[in-house]
C-alpha cells in the first residue's frame, strides 16, 4: 500500500513536470482560477430583467420553450468555417431558410442552433466568455449593457445610410455609450387588446376606461375592469405607461439619446404624479396584484375582462381562443397623461469571440436589413419589422402592425445599461405595494433609496 | 470455475489479462484526448489533472501491487472530480468579485475598452472593399491590403476613377490610389480584379479573420481604415486608450480614468464608471459584507430563523400527520389498504415543478380555489403571515406521503410479540403507543427526520416556484418572507441589480456551514435515539 502511494505520487510530480514544460513552450498564461472554467451553476434567466420583457413572452411561448430538447449538450459553435446562429425555437426555425440568399452569394454556410429561450442569454453570455459560442444570436435589446459590461458582443459598424432606414427607436435601442451593438429587426411593446364584442367603442382616456370596465363588471358582463399583469412581486415593465405618464420615470434622458443611468429619478415630482395614477388604478380595482402571468391572457379569454394591455406575444392565445379583438394604443389619461410604453427591440447580436468576425458583420449589416430577412421574421413572430420599408410593406398585409405601430408610437426604448438590473426588482415591488395601497409617495421614496444605494454601491 | 487452493497465487486466465489491458489502454486513450482538448483550450490546470490521473490508473492497475486501491481509485476519483473540486472552486470564488461586470481578466477587460471604443470618425466616407494579396502568394502568409473604392468626389483624376468608383489601395503604409488599367468592380461597387493582386473571397479571406480585424489603413493623424463587414471598411479610431506607465484609460475628451476595485473609474470621481470590469481577489470583503452591510445582515439573521423554523415545523407537520395516517393504515382491520395506501403516495409521486405553480395558482387571492372553496378571503401570497402558512401547507401536502411511507415501512418491521407483551402487562392503546412503539419507530426513522431537515433546510424548488421568496417589505428588495438561505443566495448571485457570483459563494459557504453543524447535532441526537434498544 505505501509503495503504491508513493507510486501515486511519483506519477503525479512526473506529469506536472511534464505540463509545466510544456507550458513554457506556449507564453500563454494560465487564465486565473475563477475566469477559468467558469460555467458557473447559473440557471435559467428568470431574471428581473427578463421578468420585464420576456416573463410574458416565455409564458406566452408556452411548451414550445422546451422543444429545444435537442440542444441538452453544448450547442454548436463558431468553428471558422460556417455561421453559426443561436437563437430560439421560434427565430430559429425563421431564420434557417432566410439564410438561403446568403449561402448563395457567398458559399457560406449557416448552421442555425436552437438554444431554449429562457436559457439563451446565459448560454450565450457563459459560451462567449469561455471563448466559445456562436457568431451570431438573435435576442432582445435590453441584454446589451450586460452583454457589453461582460464583452460578449461586438461592435456593429453599420453604414450611417443603412442605419437611416431603421425606425429610429430602434437603433437607439442598441445604442450603448454611443456604439452601435446589434441590427434590430422588430419592435413591439404594450398596447390596449379590447374585445369588440363586450367594448365595441375605443375609450377615449384611462377614465373612460375605468368608467366602462365598472358598468360592465356591474351589469354582470365581466369581472374585471382591466386585465394586466402586476403580480404579487410587482412588474416594472407592465406598470410603465402609467409612471411614466407625465414625464417620469426611471432614469434622466441624455441629450445624445439613451438614459444617464448614474441616479434614478424614481421620487421625481413627474414619476410620483404617475404613482399616484397608478395608485387610483388600484383602488378602483383596475390593476391588482393577484393579476399576473398565470391568469392575465387566460382571464381575457374567458371573456372576464372586455380590456386587457399585453403584448403582441398574446395574440396567438386570443386568436386560438376565437375572441373578435382590436389593438389600440395605451389610452392617455384624461388630465393629459400620456402613457407611452417601453420598447422591446429583437436584434442580431455578433459574438466578441466569433472566429468568422467579417463573415458575421457581413450578414447582420448587408443581409439583416434587407426586407427579405425583415418581412421573413415577421412571419414568424409577428412583431412589426424594424426596418421601415418592411415595415411598410407588412402593414398592407395585415392590419395589426399598423395598430402595434400606433401602440408603440412615444415609447422609449427599455434602457439597455447594466444599471437597468438594479432597478428591475425595487420598482417592481413599489408597483404592487402602490395598488396594493401603499402610499405613492412613500413607497417612491424607498424604492429610490434602494435603487440609488444599489448603484452607488456598484 | 476451479476452485483455487487456498494461499496459492491463482494464474490469470489470458483473456482477463487482455481486457484488462485494453480497459487500461481505453483509460489512456480517453484520458489523452481530453489532454489534447485541453492544451488546445489552453487550460494547463486541466492537462496537468488528467496526466495525473492517468499515470495513477496506470500504476495502479498495471501492477499487481495495492489491491485496496485497485478499488478505491475510482470512487476517489469521482469524489475528487464531484465533490472536492466545486467546494474548491465556490470557496476560490468567494474571495473574488467575479459577477456580471467582473467575469474578464484585466489584460482582457483592457482589450475590450479599447475594442468597444472604436467609433467612426464623423461624417467620414465609406469605402467599399477588397481584401487582396500579392498574386501568387499563399493565403496564409502572404502580405494583406485592402482594395477601395468610394463613389469619386470633384476633383478626382481620371486614371483612378472608373464607373463613378474612385479607386485606392491601403496597406499598412498608407492610402494610394489604385491606376484603373485592368481594374474590374463586381456589382456591389468593390474591385473584383486588379493587375497584380489576388482578391480574396469571403471565405477564403476568413483563414485570415484576426489579421483582417487588426489591419489598419493609417490616413490623417490617428484614424484608420478598418473593415466593416467583408466588403466594407469605414474610418474610424479608438476612442479610448490605455496607457500601460500608469494603468490609466484617456479618452479622446481627456478623461482619465483609474483602474480601482475592478474597474476604470473617472481620476476626478465624477460620472460613471466604464462598463467592462475585471475580476480581482477581494479577500474577505465578501464575508465581512455579509456581516457588515445593515440591508445583507439584518436579512440574513431574519432568513436565518425563518430557515430554522421552516424545515422544523416542516418536518414536524409532515411527520405527524405521516405516521398518523400510517398507524391508521396499519390497522389489520381496515380493508383495501392496498388502494388508500397507492392514492396517498400520489403526491409525493408528482414533480414538485409541476404541484408548486398549481398550489401557487390555487393561493391566489382573487381567481384561487382556496379562497373560492372556504369563503376566505385571505391574501395568501401578498401578507407575510398568510404566505409563510402558504408554503407551510404545501410542503405538508408535499412531504407527508413520505413520512407515511417510511411510518409504514417502519411499523410493519415492529415485531407483534413487543405489543403483545405490552397489552400482557396491562398497558393501554396510548402506552403502548408511547412507550413501546414510538421509540422503536424514531429508532428507524431519526436518521430519515435529520436527512428530511437538511432538505428542507434547502428546499430552493418549493420557496422559488411557489412565492419566489417573497412578500418582499417595502424597504428591501432583496430579502423575502419566505426566504430561504438558499434563495437568497440565489437572488444575489443571479437575480439581484448586480448579479455577484462571488457574494453568493461567500453565502453558499456559511450555508454549507450551517447545514454540516446542525445536521451533525441532529445525527448526535439521532444517535441518542437508538440507545433504546
Known amino acids: ?458 | 470455475m476451479s476452485q483455487a487452493p487456498v494461499g496459492q497465487p491463482v494464474a490469470t486466465p489470458p483473456w482477463v489479462l487482455a481486457v484488462k489491458w485494453l480497459l487500461i489502454a481505453l483509460t489512456l486513450a480517453a484520458c489523452t484526448y481530453l489532454a489534447w482538448l485541453a492544451v488546445e483550450g489552453g487550460s494547463w490546470l486541466i492537462v496537468t489533472v488528467v496526466a495525473f490521473l492517468a499515470m495513477s490508473v496506470l500504476v495502479v492497475y498495471s501492477t499487481r501491487r495495492g489491491i485496496t486501491m485497485k478499488y478505491l481509485l475510482p470512487g476517489l476519483i469521482l469524489l475528487a472530480l464531484f465533490q472536492v473540486w466545486p467546494i474548491a472552486y465556490t470557496v476560490a470564488t468567494a474571495f473574488t468579485n467575479y459577477g456580471d461586470g467582473h467575469s474578464l481578466s484585466k489584460e482582457e477587460a483592457i482589450e475590450a475598452i479599447q475594442a468597444q471604443s472604436v467609433r467612426p470618425a464623423p461624417d467620414s466616407a465609406r469605402y467599399g472593399m477588397s481584401v487582396a494579396i500579392p498574386e501568387g502568394e499563399e493565403i496564409a502568409t502572404a502580405e494583406l491590403s485592402f482594395l477601395l473604392t468610394r463613389p469619386a468626389q470633384e476633383g478626382a483624376t481620371g486614371e483612378h476613377v472608373v464607373d463613378g468608383q474612385e479607386l485606392f489601395v491601403g496597406t499598412l503604409e498608407g492610402l494610394e490610389p489604385l491606376p484603373v488599367e485592368g481594374v474590374t468592380l463586381r456589382g456591389n461597387g468593390t474591385i473584383g480584379a486588379a493587375p497584380g493582386y489576388r482578391v480574396l473571397t469571403l471565405v477564403e479571406a476568413n483563414e485570415r479573420a484576426q489579421d483582417v480585424s487588426a489591419f489598419a489603413v493609417p490616413v490623417d493623424g490617428d484614424l484608420g481604415i478598418k473593415a466593416a463587414t467583408g466588403t466594407q471598411a469605414f474610418v474610424g479610431r479608438a476612442t479610448t486608450t490605455y496607457n500601460p506607465d500608469a494603468d490609466t484609460m484617456t479618452t479622446l475628451e481627456g478623461t482619465v480614468y483609474v483602474a480601482r476595485d475592478g474597474n476604470f473609474v473617472p481620476q476626478d470621481g465624477q460620472g460613471p464608471a466604464l462598463p467592462t470590469g475585471w475580476t480581482e481577489n477581494v479577500g474577505l470583503d465578501n464575508f465581512s459584507s455579509i456581516f457588515t452591510d445593515s440591508t445583507l445582515r439584518n436579512g440574513f439573521v431574519k432568513i436565518f430563523v425563518w430557515n430554522l423554523v421552516f424545515p422544523l415545523l416542516s418536518v414536524g407537520s409532515t411527520f405527524l400527520l405521516g405516521m398518523l395516517l400510517a398507524l391508521l393504515f396499519n390497522d389489520p382491520r381496515l380493508r383495501g389498504k392496498g388502494i388508500y395506501r397507492s392514492l396517498l403516495i400520489l403526491p409525493y409521486a408528482l414533480p414538485i415543478f409541476v404541484t408548486a405553480i398549481v398550489w401557487a395558482a390555487m393561493f391566489n387571492q382573487d381567481f384561487g380555489m382556496i379562497n373560492e372553496v372556504t369563503g376566505l378571503n385571505i391574501d395568501w401570497l401578498g401578507d407575510p403571515w398568510a404566505a409563510r402558512a402558504a408554503v407551510l401547507i404545501t410542503n405538508l401536502w408535499l412531504g407527508f406521503p413520505y413520512m407515511f411511507l417510511i411510518c409504514t415501512g417502519a411499523l410493519q418491521s415492529i415485531p407483534t410479540d413487543v405489543r403483545e407483551a405490552a397489552s400482557v402487562d396491562g398497558a393501554g392503546p396510548f402506552r403502548t403507543l408511547w412507550s413501546v412503539v414510538m421509540p422503536l419507530l424514531l429508532v428507524a426513522v431519526g436518521p430519515l427526520l435529520v436527512a428530511s431537515f437538511a432538505f428542507n433546510f434547502n428546499n430552493f424548488g418549493l420557496i422559488y416556484l411557489l412565492t419566489g421568496g417573497g412578500p418582499f417589505d417595502a424597504t428591501n428588495s432583496q430579502v423575502g418572507n419566505t426566504d430561504l438561505l438558499i434563495t437568497f443566495a440565489y437572488r444575489l448571485a443571479l437575480e439581484s441589480g448586480t448579479p455577484n457570483i462571488g457574494l453568493a459563494s461567500a453565502v453558499s459557504i456559511i450555508i454549507f456551514l450551517l447545514v454540516g453543524a446542525l445536521s451533525y447535532v441532529g445525527f448526535r441526537q439521532s444517535k441518542a435515539l437508538e440507545e433504546v434498544n
Request: aromatic share 6%; glycine share 10%; charged share 20%.
Open chain 1, 1 to 458: 500500500m505505501k509503495r503504491t502511494t508513493g507510486a501515486i505520487a511519483m506519477a503525479g510530480i512526473t506529469a506536472l513536470l511534464l505540463t509545466a514544460c510544456g507550458g513554457d513552450t506556449e507564453s500563454e498564461d494560465p487564465t486565473s482560477p475563477a475566469a477559468d472554467e467558469a460555467d458557473a451553476p447559473e440557471g435559467d434567466d428568470e431574471g428581473a430583467t427578463s421578468d420585464a420583457g420576456d416573463a410574458a413572452d416565455e409564458t406566452a411561448a408556452g411548451g414550445e420553450g422546451d422543444a429545444a430538447g435537442e440542444t441538452a449538450g453544448a450547442p454548436a459553435a463558431s468553428d471558422g468555417t460556417s455561421l453559426v446562429i443561436w437563437a430560439d425555437d421560434l427565430r430559429a426555425a425563421a431564420i434557417e431558410p432566410l439564410t438561403e440568399t446568403f449561402t448563395a452569394d457567398t458559399g457560406v454556410e449557416v448552421k442555425v442552433q436552437v438554444v431554449a429561450q429562457e436559457k439563451l442569454r446565459e448560454q450565450f453570455k457563459d459560451a462567449v466568455g469561455q471563448g466559445a459560442g456562436p457568431d451570431i444570436t438573435i435576442g432582445a435589446h435590453d441584454w446589451l449593457g450586460e452583454l457589453v459590461q461582460n464583452n460578449v458582443v461586438a461592435p456593429v459598424q453599420i453604414a450611417p445610410d443603412v442605419a437611416e432606414q431603421f425606425v429610429p427607436e430602434s437603433i437607439e435601442a442598441v445604442t450603448f455609450e454611443g456604439q452601435l451593438y446589434a441590427v434590430p429587426y422588430s419592435v413591439e411593446s404594450l398596447a390596449l387588446i379590447r374585445n369588440t364584442d363586450l367594448a365595441p367603442e375605443v375609450p377615449a382616456s384611462m377614465e373612460e376606461l375605468v368608467e366602462n370596465g365598472q358598468a360592465m363588471v356591474e351589469a354582470g358582463d365581466t369581472e374585471l375592469i382591466l386585465a394586466q399583469e402586476l403580480g404579487k412581486e410587482g412588474n416594472a415593465y407592465s406598470m410603465y405607461p402609467y409612471v411614466s405618464a407625465y414625464g417620469g420615470g426611471i432614469f434622466p434622458l441624455l441629450e445624445e439619446g439613451g438614459f444617464d443611468g448614474s441616479k434614478a429619478i424614481l421620487d421625481s415630482p413627474e414619476t410620483l404624479q404617475g404613482a399616484e395614477k397608478l395608485a387610483w388604478l388600484g383602488e378602483v380595482g383596475a390593476l391588482s396584484t393577484n393579476q399576473d402571468a398565470s391568469n392575465v391572457i387566460p382571464n381575457f379569454i374567458d371573456g372576464k375582462a372586455a380590456y386587457m394591455v399585453s403584448g403582441p406575444w398574446a395574440i396567438d392565445q386570443i386568436t386560438e381562443g376565437g375572441i373578435n379583438y382590436a389593438i389600440d394604443p395605451i389610452p392617455d389619461f384624461a388630465d393629459g397623461g400620456e402613457t407611452a410604453p417601453f420598447l422591446g427591440v429583437q436584434t442580431f447580436y455578433v459574438s466578441a469571440e466569433s472566429l468568422n468576425p467579417q463573415i458575421a458583420q457581413t450578414f447582420v449589416q448587408e443581409y439583416v436589413p434587407t426586407e427579405e430577412i425583415q418581412v421573413g421574421m415577421f412571419e414568424a413572430d409577428r412583431r412589426p419589422p424594424a426596418l421601415t420599408a418592411a415595415a411598410e410593406q407588412v402593414q398592407s398585409q395585415d392590419e395589426d402592425v399598423e395598430a402595434w405601430s400606433a401602440a408603440a408610437e412615444g415609447g422609449t426604448p427599455m434602457p439597455n445599461i447594466p444599471q437597468m438590473n438594479a432597478v428591475w426588482g425595487p420598482l417592481g415591488k413599489a408597483t404592487a405595494d402602490i395598488v396594493g395601497g401603499a402610499d405613492p409617495a412613500e413607497r417612491m421614496a424607498t424604492a429610490q433609496t434602494e435603487v440609488a444605494s444599489a448603484l452607488g454601491g456598484r
